[in-house]
């Protein structure tokens, strides 16, 4: 039952930075283990990011295309879970999507819920 909203897309060019929210409705962000996915043209989605549930301590996790680019975070008080994006390269180009994993993150590319997507285009 819980209802995701992605903001914060847009264009930007190579080596500048944007900053993704996923916002809920329905229930608190803190219960659930939150991925990030992004889905470009001829190319596979990906999972990109994950933060655990609160519960879990909140540990965060990066694929290897965006380690030390993009950090994800919570702020409870927002019901609020971002994806700071620094560096951005034209490969980034995708629709990026938050997401609940069935289970923990474990990168299964399996979930409950997810949002509408927001676009990102990196010029090149």
């Known amino acids: 039952q819980v209802q995701l909203q992605e903001s914060g897309g847009g264009l930007v060019q190579p080596g500048g930075s944007l900053r993704l929210s996923c916002t809920a409705s329905?229930?608190?962000?803190?219960?659930?283990?939150i991925a990030w996915l992004r889905q470009a043209p001829g190319k596979e989605r990906e999972e990109v990011s994950c933060?655990?549930?609160?519960?879990?301590?909140?540990?965060?996790y990066y694929s290897d295309p965006v380690k030390g680019r993009f950090t994800i975070s919570r702020d409870t008080a927002k019901n609020t879970v971002y994806l700071q994006m620094d560096s951005l390269e034209p490969s980034d180009t995708a629709v990026y999507y938050c997401?609940?994993?069935?289970?923990?993150?474990?990168?299964?590319?399996?979930?409950?819920?997810w949002g509408q997507g927001t676009q990102v285009t990196v010029s090149s």
């Open positions: 329905g229930s608190t962000l803190d219960d659930y283990a």
């Open positions: 997401a609940t994993p069935l289970g923990p993150c474990n990168w299964s590319n399996e979930y409950a819920n």
């Open positions: 933060i655990s549930s609160a519960l879990a301590d909140s540990n965060t």
